[in-house]
C-alpha cells in the first residue's frame, strides 16, 4: 500500500499476480540454494559453488558445444591445407 496524495491507497490487485513463494535452484553440478521467484523450480547450468569465476578453476564452460564446433572446424580446415595436387595454382 502507498499514499497517492489524494488520500486514496493502492493496494495490489487481487488474483492477477503469480504465486512469489521460495523455490529450490538445481545446478548442474549437484549443488541445490533455495531462493523465492513465481516459477515452481529452477534448473541452472552453473552456479556460485562451480562457476570457474568463483572456483578460481581454469576451466572452460562450453555453451552449447561452442568448443567441439570449433575443434571440428579446425580439423577440417587442416585437412584441407594438406597439399593437394588436383588444383593448379
Ligand atoms: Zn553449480
Known sequence: MRPTGSGAVLTMRADIHPKYHTVLVH?????T???????????VDVCSACHPYFTGAQKFVDTAGRVDK???RYARGAAANTPQTDSGS
Do not use: K, L, Y
Not at 545446478?27 to 549443488?31: F, R
Open 70 to 72: 570449433f575443434r571440428r
Open 33 to 43: 540454494f533455495t531462493t523465492r521467484s513465481t516459477r515452481p523450480e529452477i534448473r
Open 27 to 31: 545446478c548442474a553440478c549437484g549443488n
